[in-house]
């Protein structure tokens, strides 16, 4: 089975592609614009330095050398790909701001779609229409990569947070609750070095404003860090339903069934 991932929010292409192809034996390949991953989430896969019009027309071309088509995010792709190749499988798999509060806004492209993914259960609302099935897929975090440091030198009391969706003021008074010093940053550390960076504290204070896990918090879980999530409240240990196995056999089972229709 040959699978094609177009686009590659957070690097979640990358990491499904990777474990597929470990776990299963697949082939898998992950393409993402350059100018759209200053971070290098892309590890598995690569960056093409070329216009939007140009990229879509390369993942079209692309596209014919593979089974399945699993779009990340770029919903506008998804009826070109089905308008040239109309029997292939494609997944359209949204990820949060892509999607949140704009289902009939983007109904036009994601109605083509063979199947539709979610990241986090916040992305379905009043607005999300109840005739189409949508299955919700957690985000998945590379432990290979994101894992605990024993040779780290972790700061005791300490915690770190981006300033990325945070009320700053609300941040600070979670860090005074629980008797921890704050470091708020940009968030632009480069990926690779992501791991050792959040290995350097105790706790990582997630986005505020969003009533799911971050991906970064997810991570720092991974990484043995206490996060504290939006509303205040303390989460410790990754998610069995985060492990990337558990998100590929998942979507595994998405594949098959999809093939099995064409």
């Known amino acids: 089975m040959r699978i094609l991932h177009v686009w590659n929010t957070a690097g979640v292409g990358s990491i499904i592609a990777k474990y597929m192809d470990r776990i299963y034996g697949t082939e898998s390949w992950v393409v993402m614009r350059k100018s759209f991953d200053k971070f290098g989430f892309t590890i598995y896969g690569e960056c093409w330095d070329c216009s939007a019009e140009m990229f879509a027309l390369r993942c079209l071309l692309l596209s014919r050398k593979f089974d399945i088509v699993h779009i990340h995010a770029f919903d506008r792709f998804v009826p070109y790909l089905k308008l040239l190749y109309p029997s292939k499988p494609a997944i359209l798999h949204y990820h949060g701001t892509d999607i949140r509060n704009r289902w009939l806004l983007r109904q036009k492209y994601w109605s ?47 915690a770190l947070a981006f300033d990325y969706y945070l009320d700053v003021n609300k941040a600070y008074s979670y860090a005074q609750r629980y008797g921890i010093s704050l470091e708020i940053l940009e968030r632009n550390i480069p990926y690779r070095e992501l791991p050792k960076k959040l290995s350097e504290y105790e706790y990582y204070i997630d986005k505020t404003e969003i009533p799911s896990l971050s991906k970064t918090a997810l991570e720092a879980l991974a990484c043995g860090l206490k996060v504290i999530r939006w509303d205040g409240e303390i989460v410790d240990g990754l998610p069995e339903e985060h492990k990337p196995e558990k998100v590929v056999q998942k979507i595994w089972g998405i594949y098959q069934r999809l093939l099995e229709k064409t």
Do not use: C, Q
């Open 112 to 158: 083509k779609a063979d199947a539709i993914l979610y990241s986090t259960p916040d992305l379905l609302d009043d607005e999300t229409p109840k005739n189409t099935i949508y299955v919700y897929i957690p985000n998945p975090v590379d432990t290979g990569m994101f894992h605990p440091y024993p040779e780290s030198k972790r700061k005791p009391n300490s």
